[in-house]
């Protein structure tokens, strides 16, 4: 990574510029108390503003989730754009910004910060793909329609089931997870959405499966679309991910990778079409 993380408090009078190695957070927060929050993430490549309208309309689906106050969409952009200008240039830039309901017993005021910092080098992991096993994530394809309260399509703070499971992941010797329902169906991956190809067919699952809307996927559509192949959202049998064309899990920063393992046995990749896939994401990240 290069350079030092840039740091903004945003609140109703807009983004001010911190300390980051400073405290900021209290400890009686509920996003640190209770995960209650939600977060976006965002990719900048080479100081280029990125386009926003899809990350603001995922992370205003999430608040309505969560009930909260919708974000201001010009404070945000404000302070995106004031974080690209104050870290020095890098290639990429990894964005995050996160609301939280606030502190227990406040005004009620959200807790909203912007960081900015150095994105990981995945360009090895982009051309080495990556080794996946499939895990039951434990509800119904169709229970975010009777359970709107498990916030399966909201992205929120409370991660500690994702990175659970990215451990059982790690301890069965592979590098990532593509989640299933107890009905058999694919899903995503704990950080990136599912897609796969059959033949000159590209599929990802429906965010009525109670996923998350994946403002990467359909980037990565609209490249597929541009080379001749049929898109569209379906559902996918777990079972018949074994006999896929090629399997992609993509997201914002890492861009896609593909699965080369799947659950112990070897997949097809296609190199030179993860390739180009790359280098639309990277060309066409402002975009998005």
Not at 7 to 33: E, K, M, N, Q, Y
Not at 66 to 92: G, S, Y
Request: net charge negative; with cysteine.
């Amino acid at each position: 990574m290069t350079g030092s993380p840039v740091l903004f408090i945003v609140d109703a009078s807009g983004p001010r510029r911190v300390d980051p190695r400073g405290p900021h957070l209290a400890v009686t927060d509920w996003g640190v108390t209770r995960g209650d929050g939600i977060f976006e993430s965002i990719s900048v490549i080479a100081g280029r503003m990125p386009a926003l309208e899809a990350r603001f309309a995922r992370l205003e689906a999430s608040a309505r989730a969560l009930d909260l106050a919708p974000p201001d969409r010009l404070i945000w952009t404000d302070a995106l754009r004031m974080a690209i200008d104050a870290h020095e240039p890098v290639d990429r830039l990894a964005v995050t910004i996160v609301m939280t309901r606030g502190v227990e017993g406040g005004d009620g005021s959200p807790t909203a910060w912007l960081l900015a910092r150095a994105a990981r080098d995945f360009t090895r992991i982009r051309r080495s793909g990556v080794s996946v096993v499939t895990l039951d994530r434990g509800y119904a394809s169709d229970a975010a329609e009777g359970a709107p309260w498990l916030l399966l399509g909201a992205k929120h703070l409370s991660y500690a089931t994702n990175a659970a499971a990215l451990r059982e992941a790690s301890r069965r010797g592979a590098d990532d997870v593509i989640f299933t329902s107890t009905d058999g169906f694919a899903l995503e991956g704990p950080t990136s959405s599912l897609i796969v190809r059959r033949s000159e067919l590209i599929e990802s699952p429906a965010i009525d499966a109670g996923i998350l809307a994946g403002t990467t996927q359909a980037t990565a559509f609209a490249f597929f679309e541009s080379r001749g192949f049929r898109t569209r959202f379906a559902a996918i049998e777990a079972a018949d991910l074994v006999e896929c064309d090629a399997i992609w899990l993509v997201s914002s920063v890492r861009q896609a990778v593909a699965v080369h393992t799947l659950d112990g046995r070897g997949m097809p990749v296609d190199d030179a079409l993860t390739a180009d896939l790359n280098r639309w994401l990277g060309d066409e990240a402002r975009l998005e």
